[in-house]
């Protein structure tokens, strides 16, 4: 598969998703959280550099910059996304993450938090705006030209010479905009402001954006850029270069899954389709991949990797020549109308409980994550918010299934 774009480069380090369950074994998950960038070194882990944005030599430690009303007690009312939970009530967000590989965890639907959440910098916010430690409507960060004291000030965390600066390349969440080309968004819109502004993007963010660390990005990767900012960044690595689930995308052929379409009135991003992922996906176990294979990247991302050559069922194709069950009639259309490998078409309906790769091969048409992440047909498909899931028709309600913090999830 071919990208109809190219994004900046940027320097590449980084570790997958995969490594969650490390760090809740070790006890560290309450230091996963929407910290503000570092200005001065690169991304570690899941979690950003410990230095605060200025660069103060006296930079507490990982657990020091959590804001206090981020660690709830075990009396407190509620847990903030990155905190271990049992069920949604736990959650501030109201969601707690039902994955069936890693802990479960409080999450953030939008991939931001809400008015009222404790906040140590405006990107972590919906609004944009982080007001003595809350996020809040407004007064939102500043932009290019704006005065500033410090970079948690700026859309762009970028405080050059007492003045908001621009980022290089693509103009992040907040900044101004003349027109949609400007943002990594690719959305320019009227937040209320004196100018225009780039548009923060629902559930992950995508290649260009201020991120804290790589379950922020729909890439996995959060790095430090050549302007010392941490930035998701696109790894090098995928098939084809093609993009993963929430990236944009100016075609089903940019898409790792094969399937671009704006489900959110926003923008074209690149979707999943359901069942077993494609190669290039974020993953955290082989049982989510149609490959079975689920290995680190040079970048040390997990991701779905290809296995014997061919395109396993639930893979996408051009032609029948492509998949591993190479007869004819097996590259077709699936029900978003993406060709994929789905077996010999005459092969009857799998039933209930067994194994399967998409939604098309079940009896029930329904394909979902069962015991360990491993894909079942099942008879019911109306998962709650923060339950796993693999793409549209599964969820309650509004049917978002989208990447948030690492994973497809069912968000409201």
Request: aromatic content about 2%; proline content about 8%; some cysteine.
């Amino acid at each position: 598969m071919t990208r109809s774009g190219t994004p900046a480069e940027y320097v590449r380090t980084g570790l997958g998703p995969l490594l969650l369950a490390a760090l809740w074994v070790a006890g560290c998950t309450e230091n996963i959280s929407l910290y503000p960038p570092g200005d001065a070194t690169a991304v570690d882990a899941n979690l950003p550099d410990a230095a605060p944005p200025d660069g103060d030599a006296d930079a507490p430690t990982d657990a020091e910059v959590v804001p206090d009303a981020a660690v709830i007690p075990d009396a407190g009312p509620c847990q903030d996304p990155g905190l271990g939970c049992l069920g949604n009530t736990d959650c501030c967000s109201g969601i707690c993450d039902d994955d069936p590989v890693l802990p479960d965890m409080c999450v953030a639907p939008d991939g931001c938090l809400p008015a009222g959440a404790a906040c140590t910098w405006a990107m972590q916010c919906c609004d944009l705006a982080c007001v003595a430690g809350a996020c809040a409507a407004g007064p939102r960060c500043a932009t290019n030209g704006e005065a500033c004291v410090t970079n948690d000030e700026c859309c762009s965390h970028r405080c050059d010479v007492d003045r908001c600066r621009h980022l290089d390349d693509c103009r992040s969440a907040g900044d101004d905009c003349g027109n949609n080309t400007d943002c990594c968004s690719a959305l320019c819109v009227d937040l209320g402001g004196p100018r225009n502004q780039c548009a923060l993007l629902p559930h992950c963010r995508v290649v260009g954006e201020l991120c804290a660390g790589h379950l922020d990005c729909c890439s996995g990767l959060c790095e430090l850029s050549a302007q010392n900012v941490n930035r998701c960044a696109l790894a090098t690595t995928t098939p084809g270069g093609c993009y993963g689930a929430g990236e944009l995308c100016g075609g089903n052929g940019d898409c790792c899954a094969g399937w671009c379409a704006d489900l959110d009135g926003t923008t074209p991003r690149c979707q999943l389709t359901g069942g077993c992922q494609a190669e290039g996906e974020v993953c955290s176990g082989g049982v989510q991949c149609c490959s079975s294979l689920c290995t680190p990247d040079p970048e040390g991302v997990y991701r779905c990797e290809p296995f014997y050559g061919c395109s396993w069922p639930g893979e996408p194709c051009a032609d029948d020549s492509e998949c591993c069950t190479a007869v004819t009639g097996t590259c077709r259309a699936d029900l978003q109308g993406v060709d994929r490998c789905l077996g010999n078409p005459t092969t009857p309906c799998i039933n209930a409980a067994a194994h399967c790769s998409a939604s098309d091969q079940c009896c029930t048409g329904h394909c979902l994550p069962g015991v360990g992440g491993a894909l079942t047909c099942t008879s019911s498909a109306c998962l709650e918010p923060g339950q796993a899931c693999t793409g549209p028709g599964q969820c309650c309600g509004t049917d978002h299934c989208r990447m948030v913090w690492g994973a497809p999830r069912c968000v409201p």
